[in-house]
């Protein structure tokens, strides 16, 4: 019904508040309530920062997304991005052959290593370090390298927050004292042989 040029208001029963025209389902009639404050405010504000968030990311590129910050972070800690431990060592590394240092290095591997290794390094739940074989690299900065980030994979764990770094290079290098032994019951060859 209309009433000079003015379409008349539908009001609810109960509330009085206005009624939608056109909106009704089931005899269900939707209120034409206004939204809450902070509902708006608040979508105001996901678009204000989705556009920020564009602009740094996408335009600028200030910032790395996530995946990026994981993978240089990754690099960083020497694994690639299957989170297995990189071959990445200081290749120009030379082992410590002086008695002291040996003898420190004994030490360690006899409190710390001859768990998974054994005592003569024939390898149990760690590999055979005995054989002509490695996993992570032939080289003695290969051995420090795994020394210090480990290997989660394999269950080796990163020896850097327990031992200096000269206590790496010092069980590193008996380490390579233990190659090329002939220690009982060696496990088997994994990885591949060293040149």
Same mark, same amino acid.
């Given at each position: 019904?209309?009433?000079?040029?003015?379409?008349?208001?539908?009001?609810?029963?109960?509330?009085?508040?206005?009624?939608?025209?056109?909106?009704?389902?089931?005899?269900?009639?939707?209120?034409?309530?206004?939204?809450?404050?902070?509902?708006?405010?608040?979508?105001?504000?996901?678009?204000?920062?989705?556009?920020?968030?564009?602009?740094?990311?996408?335009?600028?590129?200030?910032?790395?997304?996530?995946?990026?910050?994981?993978?240089?972070?990754?690099?960083? =800690?020497?694994?690639?991005?299957?989170?297995?431990?990189?071959?990445?060592?200081?290749?120009?590394?030379?082992?410590?052959?002086?008695?002291?240092?040996?003898?420190?290095?004994?030490?360690?591997?006899?409190?710390?290593?001859?768990?998974?290794?054994?005592?003569?390094?024939?390898?149990?739940?760690?590999?055979?370090?005995?054989?002509?074989?490695?996993?992570?690299?032939?080289?003695?900065?290969?051995?420090?390298?795994?020394?210090?980030?480990?290997?989660?994979?394999?269950?080796?764990?990163?020896?850097?927050?327990?031992?200096?770094?000269?206590?790496?290079?010092?069980?590193?290098?008996?380490?390579?004292?233990?190659?090329?032994?002939?220690?009982?019951?060696?496990? =088997?060859?994994?990885?591949?042989?060293?040149?």
């Amino acid at each position: 019904m209309k009433i000079n040029n003015q379409k008349t208001v539908e009001k609810d029963e109960l509330t009085g508040d206005k009624l939608l025209s056109g909106h009704e389902s089931d005899n269900i009639r939707e209120l034409d309530n206004s939204l809450p404050k902070w509902w708006v405010w608040l979508f105001i504000l996901t678009i204000v920062f989705s556009v920020i968030y564009i602009f740094v990311f996408d335009v600028i590129k200030v910032a790395p997304y996530q995946q990026d910050e994981w993978k240089n972070e990754m690099a960083a =800690a020497g694994t690639n991005a299957s989170g297995q431990t990189s071959l990445v060592a200081d290749t120009t590394l030379i082992a410590m052959s002086d008695a002291p240092s040996l003898e420190a290095g004994k030490e360690i591997w006899l409190k710390q290593c001859k768990v998974c290794h054994l005592e003569g390094g024939q390898g149990l739940v760690g590999p055979n370090l005995t054989d002509n074989f490695s996993i992570y690299g032939c080289k003695y900065g290969n051995l420090v390298h795994i020394t210090t980030v480990g290997a989660p994979e394999k269950g080796m764990i990163s020896w850097k927050t327990q031992l200096s770094e000269t206590q790496i290079k010092q069980v590193s290098s008996y380490v390579v004292t233990l190659q090329g032994t002939t220690p009982p019951n060696p496990k =088997a060859p994994q990885g591949e042989p060293c040149k």
